[in-house]
């Protein structure tokens, strides 16, 4: 995009996301969660913004960072990984990143850790020392070596990392880890994660100082509601005043509850939000303790 075209949109927000892949739905949810709809082109690479002046991006989660550093989008939906990796990387190079984390939104969970074949006694870091460690993250390994103080070889892959100490081009990997079922597949054992990833929000390093702050501050807002009610879930029922003390006490995941007279001073009604599993144990040992009528209630929407 050029620069003329880039400047002419600054009253509407671009968003990239990941084009196809294990976050791709799960963003295109959260968005579509938080009020936005879109109509999308013929090449399905562009989503037109229609309930706000919010457009989607589809791209490859790798160029996401870039994108927004170059002002090609605004904001990006990308692994912690990736947004790190590049950010490790222009440190590395002395110059400050154009993008920061803007909110970690709690799908995509994975970690990058240093996994090293099952035929060794693991004990600290230093076993590393003068070792070949493949990967596809140099520098972020590299950061945490140098912090551990130990100086290996890194060898950079592009894939099939895990695949690297059987071919003999490696002693140990540096990799993502899910289920650990591709490691152990291979003879490998994780022993020590160097990050946790999940999927965030991604933007500039500097805050937007025209119509994009506004729309920016609204799309938080909303997705913040989003993420906060994800497993929540409404709780009403009704108690003698006595038991509400203990009550409360087996629901430490509930914000304060709305409190209500019923009959006299003796009974109350309740109703609180609760952030956990209202499982059927839940429940049982609530009424255990004095609760009836007991409800629990999805929650669609919620704007503090």
């Not at 004095?290 to 669609?300: D, F, N, S, T």
Request: aromatic share 4%; charged share 25%; with cysteine.
């Amino acid at each position: 995009m050029s620069p003329v075209a880039n400047s002419a949109v600054r009253d509407r927000l671009r968003i990239a996301i990941q084009k196809s892949g294990r976050l791709s739905e799960p963003a295109r949810a959260l968005l579509a969660s938080s009020g936005l709809s879109w109509r999308e082109s013929r090449d399905k690479l562009f989503c037109y913004g229609e309930s706000l002046p919010v457009d989607l991006l589809l791209v490859r989660d790798d160029d996401i960072p870039g994108l927004i550093a170059e002002g090609v989008c605004d904001l990006g939906i990308v692994g912690r990984n990736v947004l790190r990796e590049l950010i490790n990387e222009r440190e590395e190079s002395g110059k400050p990143a154009a993008f920061r984390e803007w909110r970690a939104l709690g799908f995509g969970g994975c970690r990058l850790s240093i996994a090293v074949p099952d035929a060794w006694d693991w004990q600290s870091p230093t076993q590393l020392a003068g070792k070949r460690i493949a990967t596809t993250y140099p520098n972020q390994l590299r950061a945490w070596l140098r912090a551990q103080g130990v100086q290996a070889d890194i060898v950079m892959l592009n894939g099939s990392v895990e695949i690297a100490p059987r071919l003999g081009q490696a002693d140990a990997i540096c990799d993502l880890v899910s289920s650990g079922a591709t490691l152990a597949a291979n003879q490998l054992k994780p022993v020590l994660d160097i990050l946790q990833s999940e999927a965030v929000l991604a933007g500039p390093a500097q805050p937007f100082a025209d119509a994009r702050a506004d729309l920016a501050d609204l799309l938080l807002r909303r997705m913040d509601g989003v993420l906060r009610i994800r497993d929540s879930k409404l709780l009403m029922f009704q108690a003698p005043r006595e038991a509400v003390n203990e009550l409360l006490q087996l629901l430490p995941d509930a914000e304060p509850p709305t409190v209500c007279a019923v009959d006299g001073a003796d009974t109350l009604a309740l109703q609180a939000l609760c952030h956990g599993a209202m499982t059927w144990q839940r429940l049982e040992d609530l009424k255990r303790a004095g609760a009836r009528g007991l409800m629990v209630l999805p929650v669609e929407r919620m704007l503090a």
